[in-house]
């Protein structure tokens, strides 16, 4: 999508979110970014459904081309929902299926919280639907980790988003990621490129704010009350957002489906592009019509294409 004009809308605090539109009469989808990532991520899935989806793409405060928050202590992730919720008021769509990845799954169900009635259906993927560092890496790891950034400073925190953004240019460091599990065995250097050029251009004071937030936040309360098709896509082998936080949240979705990835790592978007992207086809092809004439949905396990 990043031939397509750049778009904006206006946050709540006054700050500019960057925005783009792909247009056509495809199912609107609006595709909510990670915690430090941009639009890139959904380049492959867009690609790959086509002119089947009119595609709306959108960078959080402070990330990509969004403008940093003007009022950091908004971001929160009821504010982030109500950002997305702008987005779709400056595009003109009144209902879309929203798909998020990682701290976008907590801003999503938040958004069914603000605005069921524009929630067409929801595709969680790779994300927690709570406090994701009480399961980052560990139960005693995450929490502990969580501490360390809610002291940080701001301006530390841009020191630290700095040196994220300088590291991916060392040699080695791919590969260790791979060891350790954080990025999968088959995303190649090149595909994680963006990220790390992402990294330094983040705000410090944006980032810092929406990791407290995203700590301090849970939609439990919300899943059983979620009467949209859902397709919930896990990783198996996801140390920052758990495989099996996925599969408790399909499980407390009435209806929902569960795709389960036994070799996801949090890179999954990157290193399984297909089976995703066959998923989302499906799920389009099949709910989201059910959905528009009524019709419930039984709980499946979607096998990976």
Known sequence: MSGLPQKWAIAGDGTSLAYRDSGGDGVPVVFTN??????????????????????????LRGHGR????????????GGCADDLRRVMDAAGVERAVLVAFSFGCQIVLEAWRLMPERVMGLVPILGPFERPFDTLISPKVGPSLFEVFRRVRPEWAGVMLKAGAWSGRMPGVHGAAQLT?????????????PFYETLGGID???????????????????????????????????????GELGREMAALIPGARLMWLDEATHTGLLGHPEPIAAAVRTYLREIAPAHRAGTSQPETEVAPA
Do not use: C
Not at 68 to 77: E, G, I, K, W, Y
Not at 212 to 239: N, Y
């Open 34 to 59: 990670g915690y430090a990532t941009s639009t890139y991520y959904w380049d492959g899935l867009v690609e790959a459904l086509g002119d089947r989806v009119r595609a709306i793409t959108w960078d």
């Open 66 to 77: 969004s403008q940093a928050a003007r009022d950091p202590q908004s971001l929160t992730v």
């Open 204 to 242: 410090a004071a944006s980032w810092h704010a929406l990791g407290v937030a995203a700590q301090e936040h849970s939609a439990r309360d919300l899943l059983e009350t979620i009467d949209v098709p859902t397709l919930v896509i896990a990783g198996g082998r996801d140390v920052f957002s758990p």
């Open 181 to 193: 599990g954080v990025v999968g065995r088959g995303v190649r250097a090149e595909a994680m490129r």
